[in-house]
């Protein structure tokens, strides 16, 4: 059955890419001309890859959705999309004592968390992505996070890989065979070779109280308030959505309060509601789309479009959901091409410095307004994590139990003046908490950004490197200047 199916998906694929020469990613601001573009369907294809890239002398990069800002995925030479590697295996691990379920890399989460939900028993990830159409290696391979407060990234949930090497060879890591090795593994920029299958630990179904409330910035946001949310819930999302109340009055705004526990009471919305909801959510965010363009264009309208759509959208509620319905609760929302800046620095230990930030951010936004500027109009956002022991992460900590914010600011493409105000912040945060990028946000842009990082990677780049010119002596799949740049290539 395995060999039908890879037949079928190789002749839909020369139907439907028949000709592909350039590739761009869904913000559309990455593109590249590669020397020829793969879309492999098992491991055979890999190998058969990495031989024919080997004997052309050509540099080989990976995609997988392409939701990634970075430019990590351009290259002149070989292009792998993975997206037809979605294979999906559920196990139980007698030494861990736990589910594990092994996807290929292409596998997309909305499809992960369908077949969990199916499975006996019903099982899921603990934490996710908000976009459930981001894939599993795309999501490991940048370190992306969920708004779990006692986790740390994503690729922490990663308990092995399967990676084809510059050799040609499948090769597996792990923390059983070399920890070092598996936490340079576990965000690898697809530097190790090409990622084949990864194995996640899940855990039985739960369900949480998903609860949205919009408090007034006055009244909420102090220290002890964001502490107490942090120790008391599972998961814990902020926005900030400017010019959210009439009169251009700062002081009269609201935070949306995101807040995830989880419970053992019934949900109160069957699949049926959250796909019926689900359906009305796209609708919502493709009107969205078309009055965002109408932003870029007449900038002066931002504050009462953001008012609009924060009073038509955003509304107080208390919900039980399955975890992955939790976890993915807005849909629709990768139909926005938009620009996504995200630093993680340490949280101090009454939180405060995270409410400065956050003042700092909406006491900006209305500076400039007043000069007629409005660089952020969709949203600025946080989620708290705790550290990690990824050599690569921006949240690496010796000490498991840090916290973490992980701090972004969002516009619709296009906005006049976002890459100088991201730029702005990120050097602030830079500066004063030696904060580091989240790598599939948009960073680059960033004056003196590559020296920056390498000074703070420190002895972790060397660590990383070490590991990289072992599996990969002739630098295969080194085709990126950003890349080469970070590494000293």
């Known amino acids: 059955m395995s060999f039908v199916k890879d037949a079928f998906t190789k002749v839909k694929n020369d139907v439907e890419h028949f000709g592909e020469k350039e590739w761009h990613n869904w913000g559309g601001n990455q593109e590249c001309t590669p020397a ?10 890999l190998k058969k890859i990495v031989k024919k890239a080997k004997e052309h002398n050509k540099k080989i990069r990976c995609a997988a959705a392409g939701h990634s800002w970075s430019s990590l995925s351009v290259t002149n030479g070989y292009l792998v999309i993975v997206t037809d590697l979605n294979a999906i295996e559920i196990q139980y691990n007698e030494k861990l004592k736990s589910w594990t379920v092994t996807t290929e890399a292409g596998v997309y989460f909305k499809d992960l968390d369908k077949k969990l939900r199916k499975h006996d028993p019903p099982l899921t990830l603990d934490a996710g992505t908000l976009l459930n159409t981001a894939t599993t290696s795309g999501v490991v391979s940048t370190g992306s996070h969920g708004a779990r407060c006692a986790n740390s990234n994503i690729p922490e949930k990663v308990v092995s890989f399967q990676i084809v090497t510059a050799d040609g060879e499948l090769r597996e890591f792990s923390d059983e065979i070399n920890p070092v090795e598996m936490n340079a593994a576990r965000i690898n920029f697809g530097l190790l070779g090409i990622i084949y299958k990864l194995t996640f630990i899940v855990e039985p179904m739960f369900n949480m109280v998903m609860k949205d409330s919009l408090p007034n910035i006055s009244d909420y946001w102090k220290p002890e308030n964001l502490k107490n949310d942090v120790l008391n819930n599972d998961s814990l999302e902020i926005f900030y959505w400017p010019f959210n109340t009439a009169g251009l009055n700062e002081k009269n705004d609201k935070l949306w309060v995101k ?16 796909q019926l909801m689900s359906f009305f959510e796209n609708f919502e965010v493709e009107f969205g789309d078309h009055v965002y363009q109408h932003v870029v264009n007449f900038p002066e309208s931002t504050p009462f479009i953001t008012h609009l759509l924060f009073k038509a959208g955003v509304h107080e509620n208390e919900k ?27 949280v101090n230990h009454d939180f405060s410095n995270v409410i400065d930030e956050v003042n700092y951010i909406v006491k900006r936004i209305y500076e400039l307004a007043k000069d007629k500027k409005y660089p952020v109009n969709m949203t600025a956002e946080f989620r708290i994590n705790k550290a990690s022991k990824c050599l690569l992460a921006p ?14 600011i969002l516009s619709i493409n296009g906005t006049q003046g976002f890459l100088d105000f991201s730029s ?17 946000k948009m960073w680059e842009h960033v004056p003196g950004i590559i020296p920056y990082v390498r000074k703070h990677l420190g002895k972790r780049v060397n660590e990383f490197e070490t590991i990289r010119a072992k599996y990969d002596p002739d630098e295969l799949f080194f085709d990126n200047n950003t890349l080469k740049q970070l590494f000293g290539k």
């Open 36 to 45: 020829e573009i793969f879309r492999p369907v098992n491991l055979h294809d």
């Open 259 to 274: 807040t995830f526990k989880r419970t053992d009471l019934n949900v109160t919305e069957s699949q049926i509601e959250v």
């Open 320 to 346: 039980i959901l399955q975890a992955p319905d939790a976890i993915h609760y807005q849909s629709g929302i990768d139909h926005i091409p938009c620009m996504d800046l995200e630093f993680a620095f340490k």
């Open 395 to 408: 949240t690496y900590d010796e000490n498991p139990d840090t916290y973490y914010c992980l701090l972004e």
């Open 424 to 440: 702005e912040l990120a050097e602030r945060w830079m500066k004063k908490y030696n904060a580091q990028p989240h790598w599939g």
